[in-house]
């Protein structure tokens, strides 16, 4: 057994903190009798002893199996991926497209994709070590697995095939389902197909996720069209990384927030999750209409040439943020580095052109293959959300082969040195309880999240005075300071 000795023990469930010891045997936390001996003791004194941190939001789907560290310095030992429509799986006979589809948001080494959820599952329990790993079904890699990267409807068989391998996966243990509705060919998705896939879910009393069609003018909107689908099927309905997107929709985040409020008071079990950080990040295309992106990159790098103007003018009226908010995170060549750190205000300075020229000049010389970083948000709305009851904390963290966002590096720290102990914004064991019981009881990860006994021993000790994020946008890829000691399953992973 192992004893972590006198420390000041904050359980997860949101209650205040108290004194204590906390014993490990084997993968359990253990209330040993009172003569009971330790093997090890670690001296906890003057630092704080939680459960383990809980990301409900990665897409660490296949860098889990890297056993890379950026979550579990961060005191994280369970991950839920597959999410925003995103999963490895089913990839089958159309595995190309696939990893196509799910190319700069799955990174990983080249070759990656299993034909089901249960292998998928079977490799992540054999081989990622630092981190317990829950898994979505991303709606976008089941659609494309079953028609490739078409728009709009589909038949109706491949539809009752899409259903019979999500029941398939659920049934294998995967967690959920997760759309992208900002992500081709998933947002051409028409309503009846998401209604059927979501009755299948909400029958496994699962949970469905989505990355929904809006963040910025279509916001509220978009809300209604999630809240629709949650209350005609019963499936319980997780809202990601919720946010107003561009200084002229900021205020429209109370009404979502109404929204959420009126809808849980008929019936609809919602929540959301938030990123604790102003700017976002995702892949270079997001700023295009949806219909450019039909078919693929090759498809969008050929329409960039037919159809140019067209592309140009919706890209800049569907803008809700300025062009010096955006920023070029990473790109697929070697000679294009320079752009990386670059905004494009700045990069339209450098080439002489309009802003909105500049980025399509970079999708071409980069084969589609580039990644942004957005300042979207307010302090003000952030603070307001991280406050909300019905908000989990999430990293949202992705790889990429620039400069990636440094909430994959930073989250937790940042939630708990920034927000909690500089900010005030709430106190450690509101803040604790948001990443480790509350996304536990969301997921039904039993066992998890908590200190009582019997639960797995999943343990994070930390130095409440000086934990800190040194992530930072510029210089992401530094781990963070006061994380002590990291247990998944009895485990030391740090
Ligand atoms: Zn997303």
């Known amino acids: 057994m192992i004893l972590l000795k006198n420390g000041t023990i904050i359980d997860g469930t949101g209650g205040p903190a108290r004194g204590g010891d906390v014993w490990l045997d084997g993968d359990r936390i253990a209330a040993p009798a009172p003569d009971a001996r330790p093997e090890r003791t670690i001296d ?26 950026a979550k579990a310095d961060q005191g994280v030992t369970s991950e839920v991926v597959g999410n925003c429509g995103f999963s490895p799986y089913p990839a089958g006979p159309m595995e190309n497209a696939v990893s196509e589809y799910g190319r700069g948001i799955l990174y990983g080494p080249p070759k990656w994709g299993w034909p ?8 992540v329990r054999r081989n990622a070590r630092l981190a317990s790993i829950w898994s979505l079904v991303g709606h976008g890699s089941l659609r494309t697995a079953h028609a490739g990267p078409k728009q709009g409807p589909l038949e109706t068989k491949q539809v009752d095939a899409m259903a019979a391998d999500l029941d398939d996966a659920l049934t294998a243990g995967a967690c959920g389902f997760s759309t992208g509705f900002m992500y081709a060919p998933g947002s051409s998705a028409p309503r009846e197909e998401i209604i059927r896939l979501l009755h299948v879910v909400a029958r496994h009393k699962k949970i469905y996720a989505t990355h929904m069609r809006s963040y910025s003018f279509q916001l509220l909107e978009s809300i209604d069209e999630q809240l ?38 008929t019936g609809v079990d919602v929540e959301f ?11 270079l295309t997001q700023l295009l209409p949806q219909w450019a992106l039909n078919g693929g990159v090759e498809t969008m790098l050929r329409r960039l040439k037919e159809d140019r103007p067209r592309i140009a003018r919706e890209t800049v009226e569907s803008m809700a943020q300025r062009w010096e908010d955006v920023y070029v995170a990473s790109v697929g060549s070697q000679a294009g580095q ?31 293959e580039v990644n942004m970083l957005s300042f979207n948000q307010s302090e003000d709305n952030l603070r307001q959300l991280i406050q909300h009851p019905l908000c989990t ?25 920034e927000m909690v102990r500089e900010k005030k914004w709430m106190p450690l064991e509101e803040a604790v309880y948001r990443i480790t019981g509350k996304p536990a009881a969301r997921f039904r990860m039993e066992g998890r ?28 890829r530094q781990q963070p300071e006061g994380i002590r000691f990291v247990f998944r399953n009895g485990q030391q992973t740090l």
């Open 44 to 69: 906890c004194t003057g630092l704080t002893i939680t459960p383990g941190f809980i990301d409900i939001h990665s897409h660490s789907d296949v860098m889990v199996l890297e056993n890379d560290r």
């Open 116 to 123: 089901n959820a249960a292998e998928y599952l079977d490799e």
């Open 228 to 265: 629709d689908l949650a209350r005609e099927t019963g499936v319980k309905l997780q809202l990601s990384h919720l946010q107003a997107v561009g200084r002229a929709n900021w205020d429209k985040q109370r009404y979502a927030l109404d929204k959420i409020a009126e809808a849980r008071q």
């Open 273 to 283: 999750d938030i990123y604790p950080y102003q700017a976002g990040s995702t892949v």
């Open 338 to 368: 320079h752009w990386v750190g670059k905004n494009f205000a700045q990069i339209a300075e450098a080439r002489k052109l309009e802003p909105v020229e500049c980025v399509f000049q970079i999708l071409e010389e980069e084969n589609g």
């Open 393 to 417: 904390v999430i990293s949202d963290g992705f790889y990429v082969k620039g400069r990636p966002h440094p909430r994959l590096y930073g989250t937790f720290p940042h939630l708990l040195g």
């Open 449 to 476: 999240g908590s200190l009582s006994p019997g639960s797995y021993a999943d343990v994070t000790v930390f130095d409440a005075a000086h934990i800190r994020a040194k992530a930072t946008y510029e210089d992401p």
